[in-house]
């Protein structure tokens, strides 16, 4: 079975600072896709970054980076030049293969920002 | 603009009756999610469907039920019949595998607060 672990339920960081949010998860498929979704207090989901299983370099878009070691599975997501606006909650999904569109979710980590 | 909506914002309801939450998505989208969302938890699939006429159970579908008449549309229904249905609900599309040249990200509606009393 498929699983995400998010091990940080909370995160502090400084304005401008970087920071890290641990994801690990555990599939047998050989080919998969990892995403992070950042969700404000408004409740609705953004979608940040996604790496797929055989990319051969970390995805990066913008500020964020991913960090995938896939042989430790982990895929970490970074953030540069923290932002009061980057305070909210952070999941870590995963699709399995390739023919199926189904998300399973993380329990999330609640990054807060502060000056 | 393109995107999916949900409504109501906030819902509340009394305990015993069944409601229906509204989704709809113009990004031409054939594959439609609904999620559940606990507290301090990450979202949990009730239903999913990847075409007109045809839907799946995800992992918590039992109290709920959808239907799939039109593409845009994918609405749900929290039954009598579940336990705890106090929760936020939100719904995502995403363009199938087969037809994507991307990575099919799901794209989220803003969600629906739903309060049972």
């Known amino acids: 079975a498929q699983k995400i672990t998010q091990t940080q339920p909370g995160m502090f960081v400084q304005e401008k600072e970087a920071v890290t949010l641990d994801c690990t998860y555990d599939?047998?498929?050989?080919?998969?896709?990892l995403f992070w979704y950042k969700q404000p207090s408004s409740g609705e989901m953004i979608f940040l970054i996604y790496?797929?299983?055989?990319?051969?370099q970390n995805a990066t878009e913008g500020r964020y980076s991913l960090n995938f070691q896939k042989a430790r599975k982990s895929a970490n997501l970074v953030i540069s030049a923290s932002q009061l606006g980057d305070s909210a909650m952070y999941f870590c999904?995963?699709?399995?293969?390739?023919?199926?569109?189904?998300?399973?979710f993380g329990t999330g980590t609640r990054l807060q920002v502060f000056p | 603009d393109g995107g999916i909506t949900q409504s109501p914002k906030y819902l509340f309801r009394k305990e015993g009756q069944n409601v229906t939450l509204s989704c709809e998505q113009n990004?031409?989208?054939?594959?439609m999610y609904w999620y559940r969302q606990d507290p301090g938890q990450g979202l949990r699939l009730i239903y999913y469907?990847?075409?007109?006429?045809?839907?799946q159970k995800g992992d918590i579908a039992e109290g709920y039920s959808v239907s799939r008449e039109k593409k845009e549309s994918f609405p749900l229904t929290v039954t009598s019949a579940q336990k705890n249905p106090t929760a936020f609900y939100l719904c995502?599309?995403?363009?199938?595998?087969?037809?994507?040249?991307?990575?099919?990200?799901?794209?989220f509606g803003p969600g629906t607060r739903l309060t049972v009393l």
């Open positions: 599939t047998s498929d050989q080919s998969y896709g």
């Open positions: 469907s990847q075409i007109v006429n045809d839907f």
């Open positions: 995502a599309s995403s363009p199938t595998y087969v037809e994507s040249t991307s990575y099919n990200e799901q794209f």
């Open positions: 990004l031409n989208h054939d594959a």
């Open positions: 999904a995963m699709r399995g293969s390739y023919n199926t569109d189904k998300l399973i």
């Open positions: 790496q797929g299983s055989y990319d051969e």
